[in-house]
């Protein structure tokens, strides 16, 4: 889940898990397509020796993002996306804000009997923006074109998938049958009367866990998509304390963090991951900032007094001989300690034989003397353990631009018709705010926070990547999601996104 006002955020969680520990600091997001394959679920048939998927985590796999490079983010023509002009509702009614896309094992979009489906976080737009993720409800779309999208309506049964509300996930279909696997954050406690909106005082609760849902299968017609609702919903992974905070932990923390699990298959192995969004365990007091990497005598204060609270990291668990049901964690891809708070939706492509990171964050969660915006940011290895360097020195992949900082989030990327781009999608954020910021939003009247929210799908932005570097090549239409059966031209067939996905 994503965007959080600066107003609504406490989130935590606690574990009881397994993996043998591995001497480690923090944690990591991936995001993945493979060349552009890979990023896909692998069959739930299909295994991998269990010990061969965890050997590249050593004793010392984590890498870190330095403050060094983080201090020299800035905007420029490569990383700056368009100003968004005003947009059509996917949805009358209801906010829409993190999406993705249903996807094949490889990675690819997947394109069932002709039809897309996106799944997509939901609330009724009578909330104000702010509140919409205490009552978060994944709904899913379908079209046959990629871009017009017809409402199926919410994925689960009422009050049959865990927690009270359910944030970011991701979705792949075993194509041979049809089932789907559908990993979810489950958020709060949903035996607790209490755990409802509007709050009551010491109701709602931000516990977090990753939680999946299977067993029903994606069903299409000439008329549209539904789904055989028999899911089955167990809890995967819980924060263990040792690689990941835990909520007891997190305490008064600015943003708690473990949520929206990215399925990962690297086709070159057969191995299967998840990764997301976490919080090392750290103790400020006793975690100095300045030491990383800094020239003699600069910056000194800042970031040193506050930073060891911000404390991101990009999760990742390991299948277990192939399962798509029994995961162990293991140590963290990436930590972005006296960085930042949140590296929010970590995903990884797989492109020319190198693993892409990728991970969203804001403005206000970097930490004191860092000046990032709202963005994708992303990284590169050559092994997925790592040591990632961030793309184009710095980390940051993709801005809005400067007149409109907030304008869209939450970009998630997904395979496009060249070898060396991918198309990211994200929703349309807050717009006309001025010289304001997302913390000023929770002032201003209840009128004016719905009339400077999009709460809708926002153009697709395609990059090209190029080893260390990547470059903004174009905007495409709203929503528009490209597979081997969208259609941006109108015609029936063939689209931005070849066959195989890549």
Known sequence: MTDRDASDDRRTESWTGGFSRRHVLAGTTAVGASALVGSGLGAASTGANAEHCFEPFGDDPTATWEISDARQIELTEDNTAPVIEELTDIAPNLWVWDY??????????????????????????????????DV??????????????????????????????????????????????????????????????????????????????????????????????????????????????????????????????????????????????????????????ETQNLDQGDYLSGVAAEGAQYNGNIAIAVSKDGSMTDWELAPPLLDATCVNQQLERGNIVKMNNRYYLFAISHKFTFAPGIDGPDGLYGWVADSIHGDYEPLNGTGLVLANPSEAPFQAYSWIPVPYDDEDKVALLSYYNYHDLGEKTLKDVGDFSEDRQREVFGGTLAPTIVISIDGTETSFVEELPAGYVPSECSDLDGNDGDDGGSDDGN
């Open 100 to 133: 993705w896309p249903l996807r094949e094992m490889d990675g690819s979009v997947a394109c069932i009997d002709g039809w897309n489906v996106i799944f997509a976080l939901t609330s009724p737009d009578a909330l104000l923006p702010g509140k919409r993720h």
């Open 136 to 289: 978060a409800e994944i709904r899913y779309f379908y079209s046959r074109d990629g871009q017009d999208w017809q409402l199926g309506g919410p994925i689960f049964e009422p009050n049959r998938a865990l927690g009270n509300r359910q944030w970011a996930s991701s979705a792949v279909v075993d194509s041979e049958t049809r089932e789907v696997y559908f990993y979810y954050t489950a958020v709060g406690d949903q035996e607790n009367v209490e755990d409802t909106y509007p709050p009551v005082e010491g109701g709602i609760t931000y516990e977090q866990r990753i939680a999946l849902a299977h067993g029903a299968k994606v069903v299409a017609s000439d008329s549209g998509i539904d789904f055989e609702r028999r899911w089955d919903h167990e809890i995967l992974l819980t924060a263990d304390g040792e690689y990941y905070q835990t909520m007891d932990q997190a305490g008064d923390g600015i943003v708690y963090a473990f949520r929206d699990p990215w399925f990962f298959m690297d086709e070159d192995t057969g191995c299967k991951y998840l990764v997301w969004e976490a919080n090392t365990p750290v103790d400020p007091e006793n975690t100095p900032c």
